[in-house]
Every structure is written in C-alpha cells, then in structure tokens.
C-alpha cells in the first residue's frame, strides 16, 4: 500500500484528509479555549458544535456536485478547502467576542465539506484497480489526524491560549498546496472494458509495434496503444541497455519479455520471459535489459487505461557484441 504514495495526487489528498481532521477536531478544543475566556455556557458551546458538524456534513452533496462539474483538476477544489478552513480557525482565534466567534466557526467546516468527496473520489481514482484498498489508506489518514488533533492542539492552547491554532492552520498551508499543484486523476475509460486478452507478440494484427530503428536489436508491441512517440522512446530506452550475450547458438532464436508499465513509468511486479530464446543466458540477459531501464516516461495522459501491457521482442541477429 505504500507505493500509492508515490503518486503525487494520492500524496495530495490523504495529507489534506490528514491536516483537514487534525482542523476538525481541534476547533472543538479551541472553542472550549475560548468559552473559559469568554465565559460561554455549555449551551452556546453545545450549539456551536452542532451547527459546526451539520455545516460541514451538509455541504458535502452540494459540493461534490460541483466537484463533478469542475473539469481537469478538482483536487484544487479541494485544496481550496483546506486553506478555507485554516484561515476561517486562524481569525477566530483572535475574536474575543460570541458574535464574532460564531460565525467563523460555522464557516470553517464548508472547507470540510469542499474537500472530503473530492478528497475520496480523487483517492479511487488513483489507482481503480485497488480503489479499495486506496480509499482506506486515505480514510485511515483522517483517522490518524482525528485522534491527534485533540492532543496536539491541547498542548498548543495550553502554552499559547487560543493563538495556538495558528501554528496548526500553518501547517495545514503545505497540504493545501499539494493539492493547488497535483496533477489530474487519470481519466476513466469511455467505453466498459471489453474482456482482457494476453498481450499479443510482436507482429500480431490488431497490435501498434515501434518502428524500427537503424541498427536496433529490439521491437516493441504494446497492445491497444496508438502513442508512437512512447513506444519510440520505450524502444530507445531498453535497447541503450542491451547488451546480446556472447555465443549465442543460432541467430534465429529469439526472446520476448513480458511487463506492464504503470501510469507513473514503473513496472508493475516483475518482468517476465513470454517466450523463451532456450538460451538462458540470453533471456537473463533481456530481463536485466528491461530491469535496468527501469523508471520508464510516464504513461501519456490522454490513455486511459491504468497501466500499459508490454512484449519487447530481443533478436540475436540484431543484437550488440
């Protein structure tokens, strides 16, 4: 599960779920910070805390509306909502009167409400084939900023009195620009997948294969796939890193490698010999190749699938010394 965070939009949304709970949680602190200052009752403080948890669960229809709405980057939406709530709990820290404190904490939790279906859509997205496990990950993050927000924004309070949310709503600031700046999810297919099929071998109709290129060792099919520019530079970096063994018994042998290439240029799992030269030396010798050029460019955004199934055929009679 770890290697989802080396998405960048992942990154994003389960540190803004992160520093958006740490907020939730702690505005309950710091109006109680306040009501010992002011002298509020418990009704007013009961009041607030109601108002603040339907604020922030009613908005979320509305906005996730507009979230669906807002083409390319929604997770700007979201870091938007973040910086929302930390400025509105910054500036009621300093209010010392009901009337004023009232109303900026009833507005924070729009910021709440802007973020989480963003947030959790965005965190599906990622990777579609394992959404489930993604959107836990992204829910535990909350989780964790839940249970610390109390603590830590106590200790807070504590030395520095109701000032002691402005280091936190600081802090929330760097999540808020992870999001302003992640890239867009991937974009979902148009049309329902049809069944998946083997990834056909080099020269099978139906396939898209790199061009050749002078003096090259290598050919590339990579199945429903029209970028040729990606294939040129797929074909380019796996055959600057292939070295043929010596001795190879006859030149019409031949290997093709298996692989998939996620949306971020890595390989998912390990390489595999589809069809085997009967030299193994030879077929260690292609798997080190594509091992070794390894990360590969970023999938092009405009494909829509999660990742990319490879065969990259190695010819001896092509190959280097």
Same mark, same amino acid.
């Given at each position: ?37 002011? *002298? ?36 700007? +939406? ?10 509105? +709990? ?9 009337? &004023? ?5 009833? &507005?924070?939790?729009?910021? $709440? ?28 993050? *909350? ?10 924004? *106590? ?22 620009? +992870? &999001? ?35 003096? $090259?060792? &290598? ?34 042998? $031949? ?13 998912? *799992? ?16 292609? +798997? ?34």
């Amino acid at each position: 599960m770890l290697t989802f965070f080396r998405n960048r939009l992942f990154l994003a949304v389960t540190s803004g779920h992160f520093a958006v709970d740490v907020l939730n949680s702690t505005g309950p602190v710091l109006m109680a910070v306040l009501a010992k200052m002011l *002298g509020l009752t418990y009704g007013q403080i009961g009041l607030a805390l109601t108002l603040y948890t339907f604020a922030g669960s009613l908005s979320q229809p509305p906005f996730g509306w507009l979230a669906d709405r807002f083409r390319g980057r929604p997770a700007m +939406l979201a870091g938007l909502g973040v910086g929302w709530m930390a400025l509105c +709990l910054s500036i009621m820290a300093f209010q010392q009167s009901w009337a &004023l404190i009232l109303p900026f904490f009833l &507005l924070a939790p729009l910021g $709440s409400g802007l973020f989480h279906p963003i947030g959790t859509s965005s965190a599906a997205e990622v990777n579609r084939a394992r959404a489930g496990s993604a959107t836990s990950v992204f829910f535990f993050c *909350g989780q964790v900023g839940l249970a610390l927000g109390p603590t830590i924004g *106590g200790w807070l309070f504590n030395a520095a009195g109701s000032l002691g949310m402005l280091p936190l709503c600081a802090l929330a600031l760097l999540p808020a620009g +992870l &999001l302003l700046t992640a890239p867009a999810a991937p974009p979902a297919p148009a049309v329902a997948s049809a069944p998946s099929r083997p990834a056909a071998v080099p020269g099978r109709p139906g396939q898209t294969t790199a061009p050749s290129v002078s003096g $090259s060792n &290598l050919s590339v099919d990579a199945s429903d796939f029209p970028y040729t520019y990606y294939l040129r530079q797929l074909h380019a970096k796996v055959s600057e890193r292939w070295r043929r063994p010596p001795l190879v018994a006859t030149e019409q042998s $031949s290997a093709v490698v298996y692989f998939e290439i996620d949306r971020e240029g890595q390989i998912r *799992g390990d390489p595999k010999i589809k069809q085997s030269s009967g030299n193994e030396l030879y077929d260690q010798a292609a +798997l080190r190749a594509v091992v070794d050029a390894i990360p590969f460019p970023p999938l092009p955004r405009e494909f829509p699938g999660q990742y990319l199934k490879v065969n990259f055929g190695f010819d001896p009679g092509l190959g280097k010394g």
